[in-house]
Structure formats: structure tokens, C-alpha cells
């Protein structure tokens, strides 16, 4: 009898239901999932039902939960008109995201494998179209979350960045699809696909189609794995940017492999700013698969941002975030070597230009004097598209280690350890 009595107790205690958002039509139904996730934050499948279209025409921020998963069968809709949506990102209440998790555990936020149903439309289209960037909400902020899954969510036409992960541990993010691609000759601006911070982080078959960095990893981040992925018309597989304004950067292990890397503008990109501090250690990029891309391999120290002016004046006496123990290993493709504008080009020249490159580089070093070690490019094939010499950059006061290629301006040379 007492054991009868205990193993109901604990049924009850670990009952897992699930709960239907309500839906009315031509209405917001924002305050009815807010509801609906405020009165059942645990042991919970929020539910969005396959065939129908629900407006999510406010932000919403989740509470606190412990084993819920939002499950998206139906397809969600951001507000049509730009104003409204500037009006809320421009409000005091904004959380940040569209859609904002603010912390739990064993959380779930799963889509769809239909084709048709588990959208979520953001409109960005008309956003491009004008050339529109003011408050531009971001799409998913999956915050400190621990153990918790992304799978099967499909986002079409978002505005700006699409899924983040600030302070998370423990997440796996597999089996998305972002589709930032414009129907016109506008460019979609700064839809960064995945933003990595946190740490046991696994990404694994996700597609993405955007105009910014299809993974960007950022300080405060360790053990990022990211595999078998596909990327296109985007800016890269990127670290960083690290150290604006000064800031104390540290990323370390983390392994990108197995991607395709289509139509990009980098494929393999580190970024830190001039003045930068800390440290990226134990970075690697693998068997990597690039075509139709200007700058395959590119590291930089003297990031700098558009919006805000030329770049700074180099100078060996400031200080700068410093980077170990980088490999690119097994890079197969072909460089982009014919002439092109790409779509976030806004000044002139192009933020993307390097001053005295060939336009056939397969890699590029730009290094400050004493602040990189270990860096290393082997099992590198490359071709460009007009059949002309690949060349690097590569400066040998900058680096004293095997770099896997002769560190200077001219001609890709194998050297024994790129071998």
C-alpha cells in the first residue's frame, strides 16, 4: 500500500502534459502563449498545432523553466508592418530578442520536418528592400539555458541575428534551417545564423542561407563543437569579433569541421580588434570545403567595423588579443578572383578590402609582432577561378613558427609542416 501510495506520488510529481496555444484569427496571440508558458513552466509541451498560423506580434520573454519544450508544428508570423516591430524593439520593455529564453533547465525548442508548417516568417524582405536597419529585433536569444536542445526550427526571411546562446550549458543544436535570402537585389544585412557563447556546445547539420556570419563564436566561450554544416551567400565561419573598446576576450577549444562553405564571402575568419585583450587558444577549422569564396582563410587583429569610421592606425605598442594554437586543416575549393561588389558593401573601398592583396589569396595572416603563436595551415588545395597562381599574406616579422606555407606576400608554397 505504501508503495503503491509513493510510486503515484511520484507519477504525479514527473506528469508530463501538453497544451495547446490559443489561436484566434487576425489576432495577436502573444498574450495567450505568454499565459499559457506562465501557468505551466515545468513538466510541459507548449504546443503549436500544424495548420495553423499564429501572429506573434509582440516580443515575449519566457519565465524560468525546467523541462518544457516548445514545439512549433504550425507556422509563426512577425507583424507585416516595420514601424510596429520598431516601436517594440524601441520600447523600455524589449527583451533583447523576438523571442527570449531567460534561463531553466532541460529545455527543448523544436520545429518541424514538414516542409510546409514550422515557419517562422519574419517579412524580412521589405526590411532589405529599404535598406532598413534601425531596431531591428534579433530572433531567438536560447539564454542560460542548461541542457537544452534546438532541432528541426525553420526561420524564413528573419531580420537580424537569428539564435543565440549566451551563458548556456550543455546544448545541442542540430538539424536547422535559416533562409535570409533575398528575392531582389537588396542584401540581407547582418543575419548572423548562430551566435555560439556558453560552453558544451554541439551544432550539427544546420543550413544556413544569410548575409553575415553563418557562426560567429564569442568571448565567453569553450568547447564548441560545429559539424557537418552548409553555408551560403553569408561571411563565414567566424571568431570573434573579439576586444572592442578594449574588452578581455577568451575563447578557447572549439572545433569547426565538415562544412560546406558555398557563395561566402570568408570561410574560415578570426576577427579582433586593434586594442583588444586576452586570448583565443586551441582553435580549429577542418576539412573545409569552400567554392566561390574571395578569402578561404583569413585571420585578422585589426578588425574594424564600417559604421564607425576608417580603420585605426596600426600600432605594435597596443595591446591586442592573442591567439595559440590555431590549425586549418584539410581546406578544398576555389578562391573567387574575378572582380565583385558583395551585398554589404557600403563605403568605399569595400570594408572587406586589403590593402596590397591580389585578390588570389587562400590565406591571409594579419598579425601584430608577438601576439600569435602556433598558427598553422596544412593539407590546403586550392584554385582559383580564372586559373591564375594562388598566393598568401603573411608577415614573418608577425610569426615566428612553421605557419604550413612560406610566411610572406606572393605564391602558396608549401612548406613541411603544411604538408
Partial sequence: MLFSLLLLQASAAFAWDTFTVPHLPGEDDTPGLLALVSNHASNATIMFNKGVTYNIFIA????VLTNVEIRIEGNLTYPTNITAIQDV???SSFPGSWFTFSGGDNVTLRGSTDPHWGWVD??????????QQTNRPHGWAFNKITNGVIRDMKLWKPIGWNFATSDSVDVHIYNNRIMAVSDSSSFPFNTDGFSAGGTNL????????NGDDCLTVGSGAFNITWRNGYCEGGH???I???????AVANVQNVLIESTIMQSCLYAARFKSWTGGNGIARNITWKDITFLNV?????VTQNYWDQEDGPPPNVSSTLNNTHIADFLFDGFTGVI???????GSCVTDPCWYYVANATGREVVILDLYPGTATDVLAKDIVARTETGREVDVMCNATAISTDVGFKCWDGPFIRTKAGL
Fill in 202 to 209: 554541439l551544432f550539427e547539420n544546420n543550413v544556413v542561407y
Fill in 236 to 238: 563565414g565561419l567566424s
Fill in 294 to 298: 574571395p578569402f578561404p582563410i583569413y
Fill in 60 to 63: 515575449i520573454k519566457f519565465p
Fill in 122 to 131: 519574419a517579412h524580412g524582405q521589405a526590411w532589405w528592400d529599404a535598406v
Fill in 240 to 246: 570573434g569579433s573579439l576586444g572592442e573598446g578594449g
Fill in 89 to 91: 524593439v524601441g520600447s
Fill in 336 to 342: 573567387r578572383d574575378t572582380p565583385f561588389v558583395e
